[in-house]
T-cell receptor, first 115, second 113 residues
Framework: KAGVTQTPRYLIKTRGQQVTLSCSPISGHRSVSWYQQTPGQGLQFLFEYFSETQRNKGNFPGRFSGRQFSNSRSEMNVSTLELGDSALYLC??????????????FGQGTRLTVV | GQNIDQPTEMTATEGAIVQINCTYQTSGFNGLFWYQQHAGEAPTFLSYNVLDGLEEKGRFSSFLSRSKGYSYLLLKELQMKDSASYLCAVRDRRNSGYSTLTFGKGTMLLVSP
């Protein structure tokens, strides 16, 4: 079956703009988690969505938001982009809420560059 | 909050054994994971420990000591394809009841011929 699909793979935006990233989970998976990965901070948890509801949230400013649709696809939005938002954004899908490890699979990520 | 420490870089020779250590501090420990991430690729799950002891899976083993807040990933019979970043991640159950997965910054392993 198809893996986790993230689009676009690469994105260049200007400071102050906003951006929307998309994640399509594995078929049948209802949970989607988002992470930001930077060389300095590593992988940091942004939020988790399950059944269209945000279930868990990391320590990121309100400029970072997301949503999940009825087909479990999720979008992440970052408004008023800052240079420090340049990162690889990863999403992971799993069949159940809050699961990790062998049941959770990561997408290839979206590489966002803010100039 | 949580604090997860692992070495930034390690080097080893093909065929050798390498141990990657991870120390953590957390208030609601609920499991420790190891992931492998090749450059430009998604992290992939390697192992999971929730009880003390050693979990073996082929060439990879992972150990956990909850009382010491310590884990290691042991890679045997190293191959060139094992060159990657190895991420230690701790699952922490919050007062809300939800669990959060916190990652270390990763250990870049370089395997040389």
């Amino acid at each position: 079956k198809a893996g986790v699909t993230q689009t676009p793979r690469y994105l260049i935006k200007t400071r102050g703009q906003q951006v929307t990233l998309s994640c399509s989970p594995i078929s049948g998976h209802r949970s989607v988690s988002w992470y930001q990965q930077t060389p300095g901070q590593g992988l940091q948890f942004l939020f988790e969505y399950f059944s269209e509801t945000q279930r868990n949230k990391g320590n990121f400013p309100g400029r970072f938001s997301g949503r999940q649709f009825s087909n479990s696809r999720s979008e992440m939005n970052v408004s008023t982009l800052e240079l420090g938002d340049s990162a690889l954004y990863l999403c992971a899908s799993s069949p159940h809420e809050g699961t990790q490890g062998p049941e959770a699979f990561f997408g290839q990520g979206t590489r966002l560059t803010v100039v | 909050g949580q604090n997860i420490d692992q070495p930034t870089e390690m080097t080893a020779t093909e065929g050798a054994i390498v141990q990657i250590n991870c120390t953590y501090q957390t208030s609601g420990f609920n499991g420790l994971f190891w992931y492998q991430q090749h450059a430009g690729e998604a992290p992939t799950f390697l192992s999971y420990n929730v009880l003390d002891g050693l979990e073996e899976k082929g060439r990879f083993s992972s150990f956990l000591s909850r009382s010491k807040g310590y884990s290691y990933l042991l890679l045997k019979e190293l191959q060139m394809k094992d060159s990657a970043s190895y991420l230690c991640a701790v699952r922490d159950r919050r007062n809300s009841g939800y669990s959060t997965l916190t990652f270390g910054k990763g250990t870049m392993l370089l395997v040389s011929p």
